[in-house]
């Protein structure tokens, strides 16, 4: 997937957030602080990785699968819905 410039920015930028909260809770490991305080972190790391994932999912569908829909091709047609099949599975 070739993203446009404006969605590699936004991305990066998702992805820093996502990459200082796991650094605050490295941190709060060092710390030693409170088990419910990590657990709280810790599921706010979850979320974020989620939203994310979501993000890029709506965009493949956007883009990727609806162009091997629209192909004409069989075996594109395959691939998407193969594709949708995994994605799936992997979010159960």
């Given at each position: 997937m070739d993203y446009s410039k404006a969605d590699k920015k936004k991305y990066s930028i998702r992805l820093k957030k996502i990459e200082g909260q796991v650094r605050g809770l490295q941190k709060m490991v060092t710390d030693g602080r409170y088990c419910i305080d990590l657990i709280t972190q810790t599921s706010a790391v979850r979320n974020a990785l989620r939203s994310?994932?979501?993000?890029?999912?709506?965009?493949?569908?956007?883009?990727?699968?609806?162009?091997?829909?629209?192909?004409?091709?069989?075996?594109?047609?395959?691939?998407?819905i193969n594709e949708v099949l995994k994605v799936y599975k992997l979010k159960r």
């Open positions: 994310f994932e979501d993000t890029i999912l709506e965009q493949h569908l956007h883009t990727c699968v609806k162009d091997q829909m629209q192909s004409g091709r069989k075996s594109e047609e395959n691939r998407a």
